[in-house]
């Protein structure tokens, strides 16, 4: 098992195929994606080496992530080899939902078993000021297609003053009959971003207040979750998740690594820099990168000092999946 020096151990793997997305969100990419360093993304003969290496090292869930990542031609290949992969007990992705209606029983078809989709506003007008797209109404039909399925499906939604703060009761008005987990998650601040960050953040403990005062019940996390703090109500088929990044104590129960496109290891979002790990996979050399992967563990910080202004080598949040 992954573990680091402060007793966490890593149960789950993000893991980014492109950082290229077709989106331009106004928190995340406002002026579109730009190509500015070499896009040699990993390989499937390179994945399939990492993925076997974590799986042997105690990582039960892979979550695929980009920029967008339907929108490289070989995902379903890509689902498919994690979910075979022995120990993998758990395979999903986070996607903008561009694709969703029209591929996502392919991608259930490969194995895929959870999916997190991107929407901060059930306002058309207001999801397309957002993304750049008018693609609100087909990506909710995807949703209920993906439920169809019988996909677990959960929505992210970033909280943000300007524009979608007022939402709140319209998102759960949703909730009472739309069995999906919703995600709100506080805008963090990266590279180039400072100034929106000041105008926009909310915070979540007020939300968590309300939601508590409203009759919700927090519910314990399990090993391989991720970082919201999840809450249930009986009258709503679905769920909320708080993800309150400056909250005390926020990396106490991370269980995550990250890689990104390239090859690169990140032992947190807002890291220095990414860990070279990309000629382990070349060679198909897993003992040596499950060695270097123990050894790179005794690096990782005790927090990510985002509390303090600390943004790290991260420009922006499709970097490595957000």
Known sequence: MLEDKFGRRFHYLRLSITDVCNFSCTYCLPDGYACDTDRDFLSLSEISTLVNSFAKLGTSKIRLTGGEPSLRKDLPAIIQQCASTKGIEHVAMTSNGYKLDKCVDEWVDAGL?????????????????????????????????ALSLGLKVKVN?????????????????????????LRLIEL?????????????????????????????????????????Q??????????????????????????????AATGKLHLCLFADQGLDIRPFLQSNDEVGLQRE??????????????????????????????
């Open 157 to 181: 939604a970033v909280l943000m003053r300007q524009y979608n703060e007022a939402e709140f009761s319209g998102f759960l008005n949703w909730l009472k009959t739309k069995p999906v987990s």
């Open 113 to 145: 078993n959870s999916i997190n989709i991107s929407i901060d506003s059930l306002d058309p007008r207001m999801f397309a000021s957002i993304t750049g797209h008018d693609k609100l109404e087909s990506i909710l039909s995807g949703i209920d297609k």
């Open 230 to 259: 999840e809450f249930f109500h009986p009258d709503f088929a679905g769920s909320i998740g708080l993800i309150m990044p400056y909250s005390k104590d926020f990396c106490a129960t991370c269980n995550r690594l990250r890689i």
């Open 188 to 228: 963090m601040q990266t590279g180039d971003n400072v100034r929106f960050f000041n105008d926009n953040h909310v915070s979540g403990e007020p939300l968590k207040q309300r939601l508590l005062q409203q009759g919700w019940t927090q519910i314990l996390r399990d090993k391989a979750a991720g970082p919201a």
């Open 293 to 322: 992967l123990v050894n790179l563990l005794g690096n990782k910080e005790a927090t990510h000092w985002l509390q303090d202004g600390y943004t790290g080598a991260t420009k922006h949040l499709a970097m490595l999946g957000g």
